[in-house]
């Protein structure tokens, strides 16, 4: 820590600090009179808006039912006291000089610690010890409260780790000893720019805290990130779609069709040039088409799951036709684009349609029997209040969706920024992943509704018939193209072991792959950042076991990216090659140039 008489401390440059002060007074007015004019324009809130996660009568069952049993709740107290007993006597013996073990190890991978003072210096230890004990106790409550039911008890912990996740040290300037050592060294300006930072980001947000995650003016889709060369060749209502420009003088004969998701935009797939796997599918010598979704506002709030599906995969096959002549493609969908496909593919199986010859699934969820932690936001009560929330605009807001998407991964996405932006005074670091995090998009109130109800809520896609699109009832298990899945083994929002259910649903030939990391770079892993590791259980590809562990007893580990796996897959199914195409020819010619107008359609903040 800096001392006030060392030559570090910095007393406040006056002049400076008046003009800071100046403009946060002149953005505190905008901000106020922003927020007053939206509110003039909301409607009055009811109770339920108020709380549309149901969370007071959840933690009130749960407090009723762990008071319900006093002896218990009297052993965890004692435990815990008995634990803050050994840290102090911990501490008293480092101030005195003495060795002492630590009470509570930081667990690993916890960046908020990583500064040495949390290790070095005794008060700091303590207060991070103290804190770690108290987490850890009231972490375990839910686990030891008799009577509370599965739902009520994952949505119990996942709420009270948001608390003690927001309660922690490094969140505060009195506890943190970064920004205590910040703010003397600044003389106070790091505080002063962070008010400033919460200023400008609640101006963003229309009276709503945006937090940066990256600098958002870093960054442009067309410029620097969504690059690859290409031109939009067809759009409707619902997408455009790219066709990519050749990058090799022969193609595989089989095109491929890439289906997003829509919670997000396509150019996840399409960062920058060296992670991009647009071009390196490009590269391998695929012509590539890519359905870029439109960014929906009020105008669309009754277009369906259905409507995705006509308009999005079944649209663009007919396009692809008339652009180069074939009708047989090979297709990928990501997240809920594989929900997506798996209904497709079924809808074509039906119908007799065979266009599709195969599919890839990146990280995408059929059986949502465990779903894993977005589950905490799906029971009834939860549904029928979001329904009344975006009922009256038309659509799910996409500041909202990525805020739940967040919260998952608190520490990481909301707090770091909190420490880093408010408190010591920082602006956010450029960063394509968290730039295309933020460009949220919205989500049409017809189709976030059925979708919710019917997957999440009630698993009926998984149900021979439990849903119909356009008049056909879907039967998964008629699926018998070939498909590759991929499933990501750290994975929070599509969870492998979910993914992996998708294994015993379809007739056809499957390949599954179990790639390291989560829900994007598990996905994102090109081979030249020689990244991570993927499994392959060869001897299960005939005739899988009935969960991933049992997979996994026999899987072989293999370094770096799977993409190589992925293409060695494809390319014998996609055919002789041929001459490259150059997208907007005579078939159908080119209406801009990729990334095209869609995907540049903001959200507001």
Request: net charge neutral; hydrophobic share 40%; charged share 25%.
């Amino acid at each position: 820590m800096a001392d006030p008489q060392s030559p570090q401390f910095k007393a406040p440059d006056t002049a400076a600090m008046q003009a800071m002060w100046q403009d946060i007074a002149q953005r505190s007015r905008d901000v106020l009179r922003d927020f007053a004019e939206r509110q003039k324009s909301q409607q009055p809130a009811d109770a339920q808006s108020l709380d549309p996660l149901n969370l007071a009568g959840t933690f009130a069952d749960f407090t009723t039912k762990l008071l319900a049993d006093p002896e218990k709740m009297v052993q965890t107290q004692i435990a815990l006291w008995q634990d803050y007993a050994k840290l102090w006597q911990a501490t008293a013996d480092r101030m005195m000089g003495k060795p002492a073990e630590p009470v509570v190890e930081t667990p690993k991978g916890d960046k908020r610690f990583n500064d040495a003072a949390w290790r070095d210096e005794a008060i700091f230890d303590h207060i991070k010890q103290s804190y770690l004990l108290t987490s850890r106790w009231l972490m375990g409550l839910p686990k030891e409260t008799v009577g509370l039911d599965e739902q009520a008890r994952r949505k119990v912990e996942f709420h009270l780790k948001q608390f003690v996740d927001a309660m922690a040290p490094t969140n505060f300037v009195a506890t943190n000893p970064q920004v205590l050592k910040a703010t003397l060294e600044s003389g106070g300006e790091n505080l002063v720019k962070g008010l400033r930072n919460v200023l400008e980001d609640m101006r963003r947000g229309n009276g709503r805290l945006a937090i940066r995650q990256t600098d958002m003016d870093a960054f442009e889709v067309g410029r620097n990130v969504a690059t690859s060369p290409g031109k939009v060749v067809f759009q409707n209502d619902m997408m455009q779609l790219i066709q990519y420009t050749p990058s090799t003088p022969e193609v595989y004969e089989r095109p491929l069709l890439i289906v997003p998701p829509w919670i997000n935009k396509f150019y996840i797939l399409d960062l920058k040039p060296e992670n991009s796997f647009i071009k390196w599918a490009v590269d391998q010598g695929y012509t590539v088409f890519v359905i870029s979704w439109v960014n929906p506002d009020a105008r669309l709030r009754d277009k369906s799951f259905e409507d995705y599906m006509l308009e999005g995969p079944l649209a663009a096959l007919g396009a692809i036709e008339k652009a180069i002549g074939v009708r047989e493609v090979s297709t990928i969908g990501y997240c809920i684009g594989g929900t997506l496909m798996a209904a497709t593919l079924a809808y074509s199986a039906a119908k007799n349609d065979k266009r599709i010859q195969n599919c890839t699934f990146f990280t995408a969820q059929i059986d949502f029997t465990d779903a894993g932690e977005l589950t905490v936001f799906i029971d009834e009560d939860q549904i029928a209040n979001i329904e009344k929330m975006i009922e009256r605009r038309g659509y799910m807001d996409g500041a909202e969706m990525a805020t739940t998407f967040n919260m998952l991964r608190s520490n990481d996405l909301i707090w770091s920024f909190v420490v880093n932006n408010y408190l010591l005074g920082k602006e956010p670091m450029p960063f394509d992943l968290l730039f295309w995090n933020a460009d949220a998009t919205r989500l049409p109130a017809a189709m976030h509704s059925y979708y919710l109800r019917n997957m999440y809520l009630k698993n009926l896609l998984v149900q021979q018939g439990g849903v119909t699109l356009a008049g056909v009832p879907i039967d998964l298990r008629k699926v018998s193209v070939p498909c590759y899945i991929q499933a990501g083994k750290e994975d929070h929002i599509a969870p492998a072991p979910s993914v992996y259910k998708l294994t015993k649903i379809f007739s056809g030939p499957l390949r599954f792959m179990l790639a390291g990391s989560g829900h994007i770079a598990g996905v994102v892993n090109p081979p030249r950042a020689k990244k991570y590791q993927y499994w392959i259980n060869e001897a299960a590809t005939t005739r899988y076991p009935a969960t991933l562990e049992e997979w996994r007893a026999g899987a072989t580990e293999t370094p770096g990216s799977w993409w190589p796996d992925w293409d060695r897959w494809l390319s014998a199914q996609s055919g002789p090659k041929v001459p490259a195409r150059v997208p907007g020819g005579d078939g159908l010619p080119a209406i801009e140039d990729a990334p095209g107008s869609y995907v540049k359609v903001k959200t507001d903040a």
